[in-house]
Every structure is written in C-alpha cells, then in structure tokens.
C-alpha cells in the first residue's frame, strides 16, 4: 500500500517564476492538505482540500493556490516566486470521516528552492 | 494565541536514558494534541497523541504527559536509543479539526550510544 507520494522532491527555481507541485493520497484518503516547513522550523498549514474544493486555508498568500482532481490527487501552485518561499513542502492526506485526526499521513515533501 | 511554544531546541541524550521534550500552548480550544518524528529528507510521522481528557498516554517507550490546567504537555522517551535520534515536533488543533495543526518549533534529538 502505497503512502502518500510527492513529486518531484527537489526543485529549483529562480525569482518571479511559476512552480506546480504534486502530491497522490495514501490509498482511500479523500482529503489533502498542505504545508510549507521553513528550515529549522516546524510545518505550517497553507490550505486543505476536499470533494474538489479548498476548505480551509491559512495564513498565506494568494500567490499560494491549488487543485484537488476527481481521483483525489492534488496540486500546490505557487506564482511569483520569492526567495523566502524557498521550504520543504509537505503534503498530508487523511479520511474525511477520520474525525478523531489520528490519520494524518505526510508524504516525504518536495524541497524547494527559489534562487 | 494559536501558536505551540516547544522546547528545548535540541538535546543530547546517552543511550538508555530518558528524553524528554516539553510544549506550552495558549489556545484554551485545542483538543488534540499530536507529537510526530521526522527523520532528514522525511515527512512527519504521527508518534502518540493525546486529548484533554487524560493526563498520561503511554505506548511502549513513549508517553505524553498532559497539564490541562498549565497548559502544557510534554514527551518522554524512556530508554532511549541512537534509532530514536530524529526531530521531534509538538502540535495541536482545535475540535474536528484535526488536519489543521498548529505544530512547534521542533526539537533536534541526538541519543549517542
């Protein structure tokens, strides 16, 4: 049973460009969520996604967008990069109906970097 | 308010001895309190969680200690070993949830034989 699968897991990119990461759930997950984990410091949330939609986000720009597919895949698209946007980025898939939130799998991340 | 203060930043444990890891919250509305282990070029993994409503959760050499009224909560590591040299992140989310976590700042664990 596969776990959750990030691509690509390294990245580089230069100011101002346009990156597209992607992130499969663990098998029978229909909820993924994303975060971003600076060096040195822990994750933080950008937003989650569920039956297509964002349903929650956090403290982050608009330059941060994303997409969930009917297979429950998921995009992070992040515009106009900055070199402050340079993190780990991880995705976290889980089942909706998981109420008691002790199903949160993350996947290994792609690690960004923005020059 | 919704931020996990953890602490200490990093530790240096001899094999065999107990780590042991301590978080402080501010958010009277969190109930779900998870601690997760990272190892380099890793995503979090889910070690123990707790809710409000038990002060002690064990499961075999880890157990998390919880102070509702202090607002703190802590991991201890009994017998620790070199395997167990990771990062360690405290978090916490607010009822139904639990996706949306609030994580610390971690702390870096170094357990020499």
């Known amino acids: 049973d596969a776990g959750v699968t990030q691509s690509p897991t390294h990245l580089i990119k230069t100011r101002g460009q346009q990156v597209t990461l992607r992130c499969s759930p663990k098998?029978?997950?229909?909820?993924v969520s994303w975060y971003q984990q600076a060096l040195g410091q822990g994750p933080q949330f950008i937003f989650q996604y569920y039956e297509e939609e964002e349903r929650q986000r956090g403290n982050f720009p608009d330059r941060f967008s994303g997409h969930q597919f009917p297979n429950y895949s998921s995009e992070l698209n992040v515009n106009a990069l900055l070199l402050g946007d340079s993190a780990l980025y991880l995705c976290?898939?889980?089942?909706?109906?998981?109420?008691?939130?002790?199903?949160?799998?993350f996947g290994s991340g792609t690690q960004l970097s923005v020059l | 308010q919704q931020q996990v203060k953890q602490s200490p930043q990093s530790l240096i444990v001899q094999k065999g001895g107990i780590s042991i890891i301590n978080c402080a919250y501010e958010n009277t509305a969190f109930d779900y309190f998870p601690w997760y282990q990272q190892f380099p070029g890793k995503g979090p993994a889910l070690l123990i969680a707790?809710?409000?409503?038990?002060s002690e959760k064990k499961e075999g050499r880890f157990t998390i200690s919880f102070n509702k009224s202090a607002k703190q909560f802590s991991l201890h590591i009994m017998d620790s070993q070199p395997g167990d040299s990771a990062t360690y992140f405290c978090a916490a989310s607010i009822p139904r949830d639990t996706d949306k976590l609030i994580f610390g700042t971690g702390t870096r664990l170094q357990v020499f034989p």
């Open positions: 976290a898939s889980s089942l909706t109906d998981d109420i008691w939130g002790e199903k949160l799998f």
């Open positions: 707790i809710r409000p409503d038990v």
């Open positions: 098998s029978g997950h229909d909820t």
